[in-house]
């Protein structure tokens, strides 16, 4: 069973930037699409970023994009989100979580079927 492990979660101020990374267990790893999504206090988790297996192909939320990236490194079992021009509505746990095939619904969250545990990220104004 896969294990997804985030880290680089903190305290920033509005304009910052901060760097996420998830760690991935098991084997295959480049086989599998994978996302980004958080999760603020009262509201729905959300999706944030995806990429592809091989990291070709990503996507993001309209509210992200331009400020995030998303990117992966398969020899090392690690996806990554660099997070810049941070806001305060950025603050939320944020998740990374892994598809088993790739589809069209990158964006919703029933199409990941490993989940990490959640680092948060907190921006202040």
């Known amino acids: 069973q896969a294990q997804l492990v985030e880290s680089g979660g903190g305290l920033v101020q509005a304009g910052g930037s901060l760097r996420l990374s998830c760690a991935a267990s098991?084997?295959?790893?480049?086989?599998?699409?994978m996302g980004w999504f958080r999760q603020a206090p009262g509201k729905e988790r959300e999706f944030v970023a995806a990429i592809n297996a091989n990291g070709e192909r990503t996507f993001y939320a309209d509210s992200v994009k331009g400020r995030f990236s998303i990117s992966r490194d398969n020899a090392k079992n690690t996806m990554y989100l660099q997070m810049n021009s941070l806001k305060p509505d950025d603050t939320a746990v944020y998740y990374c979580?892994?598809?088993?095939?790739?589809?069209?619904?990158?964006?919703?969250?029933?199409?990941?079927?490993?989940w990490g545990q959640g680092t948060q990220v907190t921006v202040s104004s």
């Open positions: 979580a892994r598809r088993e095939y790739y589809t069209d619904y990158y964006y919703l969250p029933d199409e990941y079927e490993y």
């Open positions: 098991g084997r295959f790893f480049n086989t599998y699409p």
